[in-house]
């Protein structure tokens, strides 16, 4: 069927912020939805409050929107957006995961969707509740004849229809004054009937436990990555589990589930249109047995251990789940549940929309699954659309086929988050993933381990706790039975200490195919360390086309990596590169998208799909799997580095193995290598290229420290780096080498000192004296960073840290020597120790130069003061409160720096302002974090230009002006402590946020409120502050508590602070600090008398004291803040959120203001 032609302007709802979850695979599908609705001509309208996202840059939808995404800014766009242009208005809520989902159904039933005319496509409100309500999808299921899990629904439906019912009665009795005051009444007393539907639920949840018994599985409805559920293996568990669930669910609902923990899990990614043709596009199936979410388990394509006839079993239900729900143009991801004892299958659970697992289909398969799902909501059929990858050869309908095996193996940040168990459960604790692809299921498993960037090469030898205590056998059994980040490497190691495949089934359930395969590559490493590499080709081979990398080789043969690399080549072994096509090579594929692999020569040649064009060719290094410290923003960089080199003549080349992002989409760049970025991998890739064509260059500048620190294995290659040489940015790392820069060009800096072992380390502090900031060189994030500020935390930092950043191959030179251990690291890459400047203000400056000339982009100031790391700290560009002689001075030091370090590309420099004086914290000669919020500020390109200068343009050829603009843009931090119980929540210099939001605005009050909004913040409008400071931050507090209390906000303090606000004319009630006796504030939080916190400590002690306070504010979504600058930007915030001026505009709006 051709396209629909009554509609003419289509809103897309972006996911928002990445948090662990929902990450930046909404990116990825809203990028390929926007392209693909706006090449057919339709009006795009986007709102999306992540300006890391390549969607919202604003040459890609017509009406680009960086404004929170809650149902209240959403109705405002579309009262805005309704009649820009005549035709009918859509909205399609199926590409920003469970953010837009919810987003919108809050649309429906607040009428606003009816009111406006607007209809929903993609997927319909009553198909998107039949799914995500656990009640009405388990009916769904018994009406087809599926089998869900025996469970029991925990909700306060009655309570709410009675609530609803009695304000409708009300409502239509009254009129004008009386009819505002009632709806206003109504609106302030959503918390406390919310508090009412919990305890009604968890009454319920009670009764529901009777009859399923324990261990239990809570699913909230409505969440996304598993938030707010879990296992519950006792009654006290249950409780605190049910608590969370039905805070986080927004219906207040869960669904408690027997427990099928040990059975195989498995999904079918489907594609229906309305025409009822259905297609698999991919079946993926969890390596980790149930009881792990998803997300956080290790997942293979296709399905390996089903037979022809499960899976067709599997493939029947999962297509007859799509028609029951009501799914008619998309794709949607259906979840099953099998017994490996009996065979039975239940259904777990659908996603009707795109998902986490939809982009992994795609990339697996190279079938491009948001863009078709774009094209069906539009009225197409699968059969109207052409498959891009074979070049329009085959239409949408042929479903994928595939000659290889893809594994993807979660990446975690424990390290982030001291105190947190690493005990894998339904709630996906995740950050980052990484993809490899393989001839067979063990080259893709260590293809995978290496490209995590963990420091594993391979199957890597680990320590198994509780050894040698006199009872290993249960040792080995608890490490096999809890699943971690590391079981995989746990069964590989009980394997190498005998036990059998039966014996691990029985302890961890991990199917016994996949036991077997790991025991042939365990075998094997046994082999190469009995005997020593083979001397021939074909032994060679063999090794290689099971995954192992050279790095692992040389382990087990007792020799280095070069060595054994040499050996290789002399060998004539080389990876050969095949493409993904959707069609087992049946059709020929234009679209260069490739992995490599090592196969046996046929007929005496090996068949290589590369085929390297003659054209002048530039590579680009993404940055693999996201973590903590390197995420989105620095694919970002990546995408548009391959955009502007493609504009500029080149043929840009993607080398990069996350699935979620933009950058590894098959028509992002020219040419798309999916492989680990490890200097084998890298290098090999570099040799091939060379083979036709010019090599122009590799970019290493924006993929954060993973292709950074492949610099140097590239240049010893005599590969070309483009940019700022290595050596530039290696002096901007060493202490001695940069100190000696500044002291040329008469630059300030905290007093500071390196330390090459643990009693230099000792020296250098008592030297400088305490408070101390403390860091590891080449580190990004602020990996174990700290502020030191007493002396006895100093030990625990040398000797408790540190520990946690040794390599296993020096851990196994110095067993028992951890101070021996930590000296040969520091050797290498010294601790860095800086005097922490207390209360100073610090500042990002991010410039361009080709080092001739330089630009300033864009001064930050940093909300949060110095001592937070950046990534963490909420900043404001331009600056609120620097004059414009600093401003100046900064722009001066900035250039000197830019000039005197060679800098070509990209630089970010962080600056510290204590007392009017300038001090240089830290010189990033490469891409930074801040480039998308800068870009999205400014209006200008900044990492297009970068690329192109670093290619060999002049910046004086894009005639950049200084941009004189009207607006504020506010960056704000958004934190994953909810998913992580016990872990305290008060910042500090190492990065801990997983994602960012941006609130715009003519005003710094109101950009600020925004972006509280848009990081998830419920802003009170009414209610109780409490306050508790540190002494000097007692004065500077008073004029925030004075607007709030003029707001109309009760005062709450403990006896300082509530001594001082009295005396100051504030009326302020005093409350006990914990420790002090109940009832205390804690208390009076869990209670729902508290709404907003404001608390600054100083020193271990106090900073102990007061966590529980922090935990109780983040657990009962309290807004709290742990800074002064935070606190008083929040007091203005408030003012303004209060005074309606929360306007919605468009981003290019602003720059035509500009």
Same mark, same amino acid.
């Given at each position: 069927m051709p396209k629909r032609t009554d509609i003419s302007t289509i809103l897309i709802i972006g996911a928002g912020p990445i948090v662990i979850g929902q990450a930046c695979e909404f990116d990825y599908s809203g990028t390929q939805a926007v392209k693909t609705l706006k090449e057919e001509g339709y009006r795009i309208v986007l709102v999306n409050s992540n300006p890391a996202t390549i969607m919202t840059d604003p040459e890609l939808a017509d009406a680009t929107y960086i404004e929170p995404i809650t149902p209240e800014i959403v109705a405002k766009i579309i009262e805005k957006e309704r009649h820009v242009i005549p035709g009918g208005f859509a909205l399609l809520p199926t590409m920003g995961g469970q953010t837009a989902l919810n987003c919108a159904l809050s649309l429906r039933r607040q009428g606003t969707l009816d009111k406006f005319d607007v209809e929903m496509i993609g997927a319909t409100a009553d198909a998107i509740d039949k799914a995500e309500d656990r009640q009405l999808f388990r009916e769904a299921m018994t009406k087809i004849g599926l089998e869900t899990p025996k469970s029991r629904l925990a909700n306060a439906s009655e309570l709410k229809k009675s609530f609803r019912d009695k304000y409708q009665a009300e409502r239509a009795k009254a009129s004008g004054a009386a009819l505002e005051e009632l709806e206003r009444q109504w609106t302030l007393g959503e918390g406390d009937r919310r508090k009412r539907y919990q305890e009604y639920a968890l009454g319920q949840a009670m009764m529901a436990l009777s009859e399923i018994g324990l261990p239990a599985i809570i699913r909230p409805s409505f969440t996304m990555g598993g938030t707010g559920g879990g296992i519950a293996y006792n009654k006290e568990e249950f409780l605190d589990i049910i608590e969370r669930g039905l805070d986080a669910s927004p219906t207040n609902e869960v669904l408690i589930e027997e427990s099928v923990l040990g059975w195989k899990e498995f999904e079918m990614e489907v594609v229906r249109d309305k025409k009822d043709n259905c297609i698999i596009v991919c079946s993926i199936e969890n390596f980790d047995p149930m009881g792990v979410h998803t997300g956080d388990s290790i997942t293979v394509a296709p399905a390996l251990t089903l037979t022809d006839k499960e899976y067709q079993i599997m493939r029947d239900a999962s297509l007859a789940v799509l028609r029951e729900i009501g799914v008619e143009t998309g794709g949607s991801n259906v979840q099953f549940g099998v017994n490996p004892e009996d065979g039975r299958m239940v259904v777990i659970e659908m996603n009707p929309r795109v998902s986490r697992s939809s982009a992994l289909a795609s990339k697996a398969t190279g079938f491009p699954i948001a863009k078709v799902a774009a094209k069906l909501a539009i009225g197409y059929t699968l059969d109207e659309i052409a498959n891009d990858i074979t070049g329009g050869a085959t239409p949408a309908s042929f479903e994928p086929t595939i000659d290889y095996v893809v594994t993807k193996i979660p990446r975690f940040a424990f390290e982030k988050f001291p105190g947190a168990s690493t005990t894998l459960t339904t709630s996906m604790k995740s950050v980052g993933e990484v993809m490899a692809i393989g001839r067979t299921f063990q080259e893709s498993l260590q293809k995978a381990l290496r490209g995590l960037e963990t420091g594993l090469t391979g199957l890597d030898e680990i320590e198994i706790e509780g050894l040698g205590r006199d009872d290993d056998k249960n040792a080995i059994r608890a490490a096999l039975g809890t699943p971690t980040p590391n079981r995989i490497l746990q069964v590989a190691q009980a394997m190498r200490l005998g036990w059998s495949n039966e014996d691990i089934f029985n302890s961890c359930k991990i199917d016994p195919w996949f036991l077997g395969e790991m025991r042939g590559i365990v075998d094997m490493e046994e082999k190469v360390r009995k005997h020593g590499l083979p001397g021939n080709a074909f032994g060679m081979r063999t090794?290689?086309?099971?995954?192992?990398?050279?790095?692992?080789?040389?382990?087990?043969?007792?020799?280095?990596?070069?060595?054994?690399?040499?050996?290789?080549?002399?060998?004539?072994?080389?990876?050969?590169?095949?493409?993904?096509?959707?069609?087992?090579?049946?059709?020929?594929?234009?679209?260069?998208?490739?992995?490599?692999?090592?196969?046996?020569?046929?007929?005496?040649?090996?068949?290589?799909?590369?085929?390297?064009?003659?054209?002048?060719?530039?590579?680009?290094?993404?940055?693999?799997?996201?973590?903590?410290?390197?995420?989105?923003?620095?694919?970002?960089?990546?995408? +548009?580095?391959?955009?502007? *080199?493609?504009?500029?003549?080149?043929?840009?080349?993607?080398?990069?193995?996350?699935?979620?992002?933009?950058? =590894?989409?098959?028509?992002?760049?020219?040419?798309?290598?999916?492989?680990?970025?490890?200097?084998?991998?890298?290098?090999?890739?570099?040799?091939?290229?060379? %083979?036709?064509?010019?090599? +122009?260059?590799?970019? /290493?500048?924006?993929?954060?420290?993973?292709?950074?620190?492949?610099?140097?294995?590239?240049?010893?290659?005599?590969?070309?780096?483009?940019?700022?040489?290595?050596?530039?940015?290696?002096?901007?790392?060493?202490?001695?080498?940069?100190?000696? $820069?500044?002291?040329?060009?008469?630059?300030?800096?905290?007093?500071?000192?390196?330390?090459?072992?643990?009693?230099?380390?000792?020296?250098?502090?008592?030297?400088?004296?305490?408070?101390?900031? $403390?860091?590891?060189?080449?580190?990004?994030?602020?990996?174990?960073?700290?502020?030191?500020?007493?002396?006895?935390?100093?030990?625990?930092?040398?000797?408790?840290?540190?520990?946690?950043?040794?390599? !296993?191959?020096?851990?196994?030179?110095?067993?028992?020597?951890?101070?021996?251990?930590?000296?040969?690291?520091?050797?290498?890459?010294?601790?860095?120790?800086?005097?922490?400047?207390?209360?100073? =203000?610090?500042?990002?400056?991010?410039?361009?130069?080709?080092?001739?000339?330089?630009?300033?982009?864009?001064?930050?100031?940093?909300?949060?003061?110095?001592?937070? +790391?950046?990534?963490?700290?909420?900043?404001?560009?331009?600056?609120?409160?620097?004059?414009?002689?600093?401003?100046?001075?900064?722009?001066?030091?900035?250039?000197?720096? !830019?000039?005197?370090?060679?800098?070509?590309?990209?630089?970010?420099?962080?600056?510290?302002?204590?007392?009017?004086?300038?001090?240089?914290?830290?010189?990033?000669?490469?891409?930074?974090? =801040? /480039?998308?919020?800068?870009?999205?500020?400014?209006?200008?390109?900044?990492?297009?230009?970068?690329?192109?200068?670093?290619?060999?343009?002049? *910046?004086?050829?894009?005639?950049?002006?200084? !941009?004189?603009?009207?607006?504020?843009?506010?960056?704000?931090?958004?934190?994953?402590?909810?998913?992580?119980?016990?872990?305290?929540?008060?910042?500090?210099?190492?990065?801990?946020? %997983?994602?960012?939001?941006?609130?715009?605005?003519?005003?710094?009050?109101?950009?600020?409120?925004?972006?509280?909004?848009?990081?998830?913040?419920?802003?009170?409008?009414?209610?109780?502050?409490?306050?508790?400071?540190?002494?000097?931050?007692?004065?500077?507090?008073?004029?925030?508590?004075?607007?709030?209390?003029?707001?109309?906000?009760? $005062?709450?303090?403990?006896?300082?602070?509530?001594?001082? *606000?009295?005396?100051?004319?504030?009326? %302020?009630?005093?409350?006990?600090?914990?420790?002090?006796?109940?009832? +205390?504030?804690?208390?009076?939080?869990?209670?729902?008398? $508290?709404?907003?916190?404001?608390?600054? =400590?100083?020193?271990?002690?106090?900073?102990?004291?007061?966590?529980?306070?922090?935990?109780?504010? *983040?657990?009962?979504?309290?807004?709290?803040?742990?800074?002064?600058?935070?606190?008083?930007?929040?007091?203005?915030?408030?003012?303004?959120?209060?005074?309606?001026?929360?306007?919605?505009?468009?981003?290019?709006?602003?720059?035509?203001?500009?």
């Open positions: 090794l290689k086309a099971m995954g192992f990398s050279d790095a692992r080789l040389a382990v087990l043969a007792e020799t280095t990596e070069a060595e054994l690399t040499a050996k290789r080549h002399a060998l004539g072994v080389r990876p050969v590169y095949k493409r993904i096509d959707t069609c087992a090579a049946e059709f020929a594929s234009p679209t260069a998208y490739m992995y490599s692999t090592y196969e046996s020569p046929f007929a005496g040649s090996v068949a290589d799909e590369s085929t390297p064009s003659d054209k002048k060719k530039v590579i680009i290094l993404g940055g693999g799997p996201n973590r903590i410290g390197q995420g989105i923003e620095f694919d970002y960089c990546c995408c +548009h580095a391959c955009f502007a *080199l493609h504009d500029a003549g080149y043929e840009s080349i993607m080398v990069n193995c996350n699935p979620e992002t933009v950058s =590894t989409d098959y028509d992002t760049a020219d040419r798309l290598y999916f492989e680990p970025l490890t200097a084998e991998d890298v290098l090999e890739i570099i040799a091939k290229e060379r %083979t036709n064509g010019t090599l +122009h260059g590799v970019i /290493v500048q924006f993929g954060g420290q993973t292709p950074l620190k492949l610099a140097h294995a590239l240049e010893a290659a005599e590969v070309p780096i483009l940019g700022t040489s290595p050596d530039a940015i290696d002096l901007a790392e060493d202490r001695d080498r940069f100190k000696r $820069v500044l002291d040329k060009l008469r630059l300030k800096q905290p007093k500071n000192g390196i330390a090459y072992s643990v009693e230099q380390a000792r020296l250098v502090a008592t030297d400088l004296g305490l408070p101390l900031v $403390v860091r590891p060189s080449y580190v990004l994030g602020g990996r174990a960073m700290q502020i030191i500020r007493e002396e006895n935390q100093l030990s625990d930092y040398l000797l408790g840290t540190l520990p946690e950043l040794v390599p !296993a191959d020096v851990k196994a030179r110095y067993p028992n020597d951890k101070t021996g251990q930590i000296n040969t690291v520091l050797g290498k890459n010294p601790l860095l120790f800086d005097r922490y400047l207390s209360d100073a =203000t610090e500042i990002d400056v991010d410039c361009l130069c080709d080092g001739k000339d330089t630009f300033i982009v864009g001064i930050m100031e940093h909300i949060e003061e110095a001592g937070i +790391h950046s990534g963490d700290s909420a900043c404001s560009l331009p600056p609120h409160s620097l004059d414009a002689k600093m401003i100046e001075e900064l722009e001066r030091q900035t250039r000197e720096l !830019a000039l005197g370090l060679d800098v070509v590309g990209l630089m970010n420099v962080q600056y510290a302002i204590k007392d009017g004086e300038i001090y240089v914290l830290e010189v990033n000669p490469r891409a930074s974090r =801040t /480039v998308p919020f800068v870009a999205k500020v400014v209006g200008t390109p900044v990492a297009k230009i970068a690329a192109r200068i670093m290619a060999g343009e002049k *910046l004086a050829d894009f005639k950049l002006k200084k !941009a004189d603009f009207k607006h504020v843009g506010v960056k704000e931090s958004v934190f994953p402590f909810a998913r992580f119980p016990g872990v305290d929540t008060v910042l500090g210099p190492e990065m801990r946020s %997983t994602g960012e939001v941006m609130g715009i605005d003519r005003s710094f009050a109101v950009a600020f409120a925004k972006s509280q909004l848009g990081g998830g913040t419920r802003v009170p409008r009414k209610g109780t502050v409490f306050v508790s400071v540190r002494e000097s931050d007692k004065t500077r507090i008073a004029e925030a508590v004075r607007e709030l209390h003029s707001l109309g906000f009760k $005062v709450l303090a403990t006896s300082g602070t509530a001594r001082f *606000l009295t005396d100051e004319g504030i009326p %302020t009630e005093k409350v006990n600090k914990v420790l002090e006796g109940r009832p +205390h504030i804690v208390d009076a939080i869990t209670n729902g008398d $508290v709404q907003l916190v404001f608390n600054t =400590t100083e020193g271990p002690q106090a900073l102990a004291d007061s966590r529980s306070l922090r935990r109780a504010a *983040l657990l009962h979504k309290v807004p709290y803040y742990t800074t002064l600058s935070g606190a008083v930007a929040a007091a203005q915030g408030i003012r303004a959120y209060l005074g309606g001026d929360l306007e919605v505009r468009t981003l290019q709006s602003y720059f035509s203001e500009t």
